[in-house]
């Protein structure tokens, strides 16, 4: 029973020594990361220093990949980020300079620095033309800081220019209605000419085909006077050749002559035969 006892204690001491050394070995990996942390801050202030060196030659390249080497180092250094859109601006890339300038709009405490980010975020928004959004950056920017008089000077010229771009704006507007409702009242017009042109065509066709019909009729209607002139001319021709009442008609004389010879034929013949059969009788009494 003793031996077991001393077994089970020796087992905890055991555990506990095994917790002391995991705990140790967490310490030492939490200040290892810690201590590698500082490292990559260090080393990322050293490349922003870098950056601002080249940056003040106006070697604005260089600073730019300093600067992305710092953040790189460490992801949300906002200073970093904030002297990167310099260096973007300064190449004329402001396109990618609002990309920086944008996430940092509440990266900074003091008041002053955040009056910059919005100034150079509305330098970048002017050198883009989207002059209301520079109104606005200009704005924030005073808002922080309300003496800085070069931030009121750049709102006073976005302001103008503004105003300037809206009544353009504007006035292409009202010409481009101007010109919609020319086109609109030509592509009225031209329906409308082409409807009458269809009206007038049709009207033609219709007068062409009344006309026609008109010369159809006209020429049954002398078709129909000449056959009733060849008639009333044939039933004249009749007229003329039937006899007058009591008279025979040329057809009837000629059937009664012909009649006539006929009977006169039949007689002469049986008088010929009759004369035969006399003068046979004869010869037989002489002979």
């Not at 260090?42 to 870098?50: F, G, H």
């Not at 503004?162 to 020319?182: H, P, T, V, Y």
């Not at 009442?245 to 039949?266: F, P």
Request: hydrophobic fraction near 25%; charged fraction near 40%.
């Amino acid at each position: 029973m003793d031996r077991t006892f001393e077994f089970v204690q020796s087992k905890r001491e055991r555990l506990m020594r095994l917790s002391w050394m995991v705990l140790l070995l967490c310490s030492i990996n939490v200040f290892a990361q810690q201590e590698s942390k500082q490292e990559k801050f260090r080393a990322a202030r050293s490349e922003v220093r870098s950056g601002n060196d080249a940056y003040n030659q106006s070697n604005f390249s260089e600073a730019e990949v300093s600067y992305r080497k710092a953040i790189s180092k460490k992801e949300n250094y906002a200073k970093a980020k904030y002297n990167l859109g310099n260096a973007l601006f300064k190449q004329q890339r402001s396109k990618e300079a609002l990309e920086q300038y944008e996430t940092l709009s509440t990266a900074f405490e003091d008041k002053k620095d955040q009056a910059n980010v919005f100034h150079n975020l509305g330098n970048a928004y002017l050198q883009e033309k989207d002059l209301e959004k520079a109104v606005g950056a200009y704005q924030e920017s005073l808002k922080n800081n309300p003496k800085d008089e070069e931030t009121r000077y750049n709102l006073a010229l976005a302001q103008k220019l503004l105003e300037i771009q809206q009544q353009q704006q504007k006035q292409e507007n009202k010409e481009e209605q101007e010109k919609d409702k020319s086109e609109e009242k030509e592509e009225k017009d031209k329906k409308d000419n082409q409807q009458k042109e269809q009206e007038k065509e049709k009207e033609n066709q219709k007068k062409e085909k009344d006309q026609n019909k008109e010369k159809e009729d006209q020429k049954d209607q002398k078709e129909q006077e000449k056959q009733e002139k060849s008639a009333a001319k044939d039933e004249e021709n009749n007229k003329q050749q039937q006899p007058k009442e009591g008279q025979l008609s040329k057809e009837q004389l000629a059937q009664l002559l012909e009649a006539l010879n006929n009977e006169e034929n039949k007689t002469q013949k049986k008088l010929n035969e009759k004369r035969a059969v006399g003068a046979r009788s004869k010869r037989e009494k002489d002979w």
